[in-house]
């Protein structure tokens, strides 16, 4: 194990308050939010057990990835057809242009606030 590496290692848990890990360095019964939702898991209200920690950017700030147990995670929780139909029509309404009132089939620009064709024609075709 490498020296700064080192400096991270602490299954116990008395330098870090939870018990830390360098990076690749984790047990097997552990796993991170990205891991767990990749199998289709959530952690389920469970606090985190232990965490990887690894050389961050600023000055001795090191990254932090918290680890949960996989046996106490849960199925992650699927939306319904309601929430999946309210979506669609949320992402429907940002497509919408104010002006013309027509599906412009992209998602209208904020800084806009209509579609590029409305736009052209308020700025006086100049774009």
Do not use: F, K
């Not at 047990?27 to 898991?41: H, V, Y």
């Not at 106490?72 to 029509?89: H, M």
């Not at 309404?93 to 209509?114: K, N, Q, S």
């Amino acid at each position: 194990m490498s020296r700064y590496r080192a400096g991270y290692h602490d299954p116990a848990g008395d330098r870090h308050g939870l018990p830390s890990y360098a990076w690749r360095m984790a047990p097997a019964g552990l796993a991170t939010r990205r891991q767990l939702a990749a199998q289709g898991l959530r952690p389920g209200g469970q606090e985190p057990v232990g965490q990887i920690l690894w050389r961050g950017v600023g000055p001795d700030q090191p990254r932090i990835a918290y680890l949960y147990d996989r046996a106490r995670a849960r199925p992650r929780r699927r939306a319904t057809p309601a929430i999946l139909a309210a979506c669609a029509r949320a992402l429907a309404a940002r497509r919408r242009c104010p002006t013309c009132l027509t599906d412009a089939g992209y998602v209208i620009p904020r800084h806009l606030g209509e579609c590029l064709d409305c736009a052209d024609r308020r700025a006086g075709g100049s774009r």
